[in-house]
DNA sequence: TATTGGATTGCATACGTTTGCAAACAACGA
DNA sequence: TCGTTGTTTGCAAACGTATGCAATCCAATA
């Protein structure tokens, strides 16, 4: 026997007020006397009472959820980065609605139909990009957007991500300094920005020590690609002493190609360095060295600027970029003196 | 300047037919004529209408939305999981809520609150036990509910676990064949029916090869305690020369610090097996033996039960034990002629 | 005491859909 | 031609809340 639900309709009637005084005690921001808001509350907590956040989003407009569109889900940076986002929302009263999807364009079009289907009041893409289209209909319908660690041209789009290029060059640096004389990189997948980001802030990084990479290959962000890289750069006449991977995900691939198929010794024979600091890294197996992309503080940007944006009317869009330290560990070979 | 919602009015008025008439074309098993029909998404299309899905759980009362709640989100098995589960329930026209929560029950309970202010459909819990008094409450709204990776003592609750019992035999007498001498276990969490369950058939498997677990400690599925285990399992003055590890999360860190902390060699030291196989187990720096967990299978499972339940009312809810194998890798020894 | 103005309240409507009911309609055999 | 049956259709009432508007209240001022 399914406890019927109770409505504002009842508590009105245990109060012995109108069903307008009830909605206006739980409207923050509303007018009620002293008085009937303690009838209210009280009839209320005896009833069991909860107002309907369904019922509520038809008449305001707002469903306070959020969507949420996450690609890459065996990459630990993103569970991670899903916990920490899921718990700041849930503070501020917000919940979220996932989305799976392959970063591949087609299937990113209908979910976004579907989060426009219900009315949620913004959505993060977590290292998805989305297409202008796409864009264009969600600003059309009043819903801002987040890119969470993926940026975009253009400034319709707001986008929270490390500082990448600043990232590729401090590793650059790091593994200039160190004294390395062949430095290949297998860099993030070039269709996205955080990929070419990087890169382009390594070679850059490099060239400022008037040294040029000796490769760049695109790992799309994967272990097969990154293993398979891995294996035709140790393959060359002049295989590389120091790899900068596009990612800690790929970078373990790499590692375990290094040491696990070809029998070489990490940072020994080639030093490794990783970018974004997943827990993981920090395990003894890997020890990796890794550019950190603090989660929590692209968290809370994250949030403080899609929750500016749905609350208050005519907020610009943003691009936030934060800056993350390398975390030095025993991967690769540390420079002599090094204090950065 | 945000485009106007079209609702089923404007749908209506186009194609010269009543709003009912709209919605009997987009509700499955209604009643309308082709003409109707013809009509009706002709102008729907050219409209760009979509049925309001929060107007529509209004009236049905169903709002094709799952709750899931997740609590171990760094253990690489549940955002495989939740993978998965979200693929397969967008496949029916699904939608998944998430909230992370710790498992201590306090915050349990404000989540079920509000999952059943939003008229989930149905509820999955991820490595969450509910207290028979949520249960209860969910049971009262007739919400159904699925134990993922969880089970739970009565029949009111549908739950989705590996055999977990079996399991924990398997292993014991895997380790037993392979001529370990002194085999320990670092447990699951004893608050866990999983836990519990792994480590009653590892004890059962050892008996029935007449021997005694050397010691079972509890590692609270977490990093910390696995270590800590590991540490007082080795100061020991007959340490092991087997561990089963009550989940591969922990026997990560187990093997990181066996190899990095106290400088011993795996297996040749000490042999470790895992739970659940996820994909860093497959991984060269682990290459950690281990009993599978069938995502999918578990993962289809808990779909089938808990839309049977939503969608065929009268069902009961079922315990769905699945089995799993053990995956031989290189971290345990493997005995001779093993062909099990 | 009469007047004013602000705070509080109830009435009624709206949000966008589903669905019971009865009217309208089409098809068909008598 | 006329009932009869089964299918389509529109009307109107829900679902549970927020909110503009006008009415009411209350205290404070003149």
Chains 1, 2 share one sequence.
């Not at 579907?114 to 059309?140: F, H, K, P, W």
């Not at 590389?240 to 020994?268: C, K, Q, S």
Request: with cysteine; glycine share 10%; aromatic share 6%.
């Amino acid at each position: 026997m399914p406890e019927a639900r109770v409505t504002s309709q009842d508590v009105a009637r245990l109060a012995g007020v109108s069903q307008s005084a009830v909605s206006r005690v739980f409207t923050p921001g509303a007018s009620a006397s002293q008085a009937t808001i303690d009838k209210v509350k009280r009839a209320a907590t005896q009833l069991g009472y909860r107002p309907n956040p369904l019922a509520r989003a038809m008449i305001t407009g707002k469903s306070r959820i959020i969507g949420l569109v996450v690609a890459y889900l065996d990459n630990q940076f993103y569970p991670l980065a899903l916990e920490r986002l899921s718990n700041a929302l849930q503070a501020k009263g917000y919940h979220i609605l996932v989305f799976t999807t392959p970063n591949s364009g087609d299937g990113l079009d209908r979910i976004v139909g579907e989060l426009m289907d219900y009315r949620v009041d913004g959505i993060i893409t977590a290292s998805v990009a989305m297409s202008n289209g796409m864009t264009q209909r969600c600003a059309d319908a009043g819903i801002p957007v987040v890119l969470f660690n993926r940026g975009q041209d253009g400034d319709g789009q707001s986008s929270v991500t490390s500082a990448n290029i600043d990232g590729g060059r401090k590793v650059a640096s790091f593994l200039a300094a160190g004294g390395h004389r062949r430095i290949a990189h297998i860099a993030g997948w070039s269709g996205s920005s955080t990929g070419r980001d990087r890169a382009r802030g390594f070679t850059q990084g490099l060239a400022a020590h008037d040294r040029l990479p000796l490769d760049v290959i695109d790992g799309m962000y994967t272990r097969d690609a990154a293993s398979q890289a891995t294996r035709s750069l140790m393959a060359r006449a002049d295989p590389p002493d120091a790899i900068f991977v596009g990612n800690d995900h790929m970078a373990f691939a790499v590692m375990d190609t290094l040491r696990g198929e070809l029998g070489l010794r990490v940072p020994h024979d080639v030093s490794v360095v990783g970018y974004d600091d997943v827990p993981l890294a920090g395990w003894a197996a890997y020890d990796l060295t890794t550019l950190r992309q603090p989660v929590n503080r692209m968290v809370e940007a994250t949030v403080d600027t899609l929750l500016d944006q749905i609350e208050t009317p005519g907020s610009l869009p943003e691009k936030i970029e934060i800056q993350g330290p390398l975390i030095l560990r025993g991967s690769a070979r540390i420079p002599k003196d090094w204090t950065q």
